[in-house]
């Protein structure tokens, strides 16, 4: 059943962020830095003095804006994820066109994020949810429900106009859109690069994703 929630708009989404992200320029230097080396290295495997010298700053600088490696770990989430959601959450309060194109145009925006460097963070939040259950909190508290509520409006917009058929519970069938994303993700970044008999070929998976979810919800 579809939950009683109101609806997040762009602006929830950027006031959201803007409450979490530091607005010290050196601060979101340092969250960078960090994002490249999480990814790269491994959470566990980075220590602030690296992130001190890949940013350019003093080994003692990290900490006069993050008491431990955890409050780093959140700016990084902040840093990597909070742009490329506001600006899918300014898309879909602007978009004009059917639902079915607005989809398209969300999917592609989760694509364009998971390709870049900070893509990278999906795998390493979900490595490290265990080890770090305040960080876990944190990420779907600011950005897995919003993500995902951007994902219901869309469903919600094309039930009520038409264009895709009634959904008995428009929450799950968001849950099934976008977790196959997430997890396509997390295994061209984990298990892909040793499965020989199944290459990654992200266009192939996207047309095929979009296709099967389109066919299901086309009235």
Known sequence: MDTDRSVITSEDVQQSVSRIRRPDDRAQEIARAALD????????ATKLEDVAKAA?????LP??????????????????????????????????????DMLRELVAGFRAFE??????????????AGNFPDVARFYCTHFDVSGRDLFIRTLRRGVDRGEFRPLADLEMAAILV????????????SLAPFDPAMPVDSDRFYAA???FVLKGLRA
């Open 56 to 60: 350019s700053v003093s080994k003692g």
């Open 63 to 100: 900490y006069l804006y993050f008491k431990n490696k955890e409050e780093l770990f959140k700016a990084v989430i902040t840093e990597a994820i909070g742009g490329p959601l506001a600006e899918a959450a300014e898309m879909i309060d602007r978009f004009e066109g059917s639902t079915e």
């Open 178 to 189: 976008v977790q196959p994303l997430a997890m396509f993700s997390v295994w061209k970044r």
């Open 37 to 44: 080396l999480f990814v790269t290295k491994g959470f566990a």
């Open 115 to 128: 390709e870049s460097p900070a893509g990278g963070v999906v795998k390493l939040i979900l490595a490290e």
């Open 209 to 211: 994703h979009l296709d």
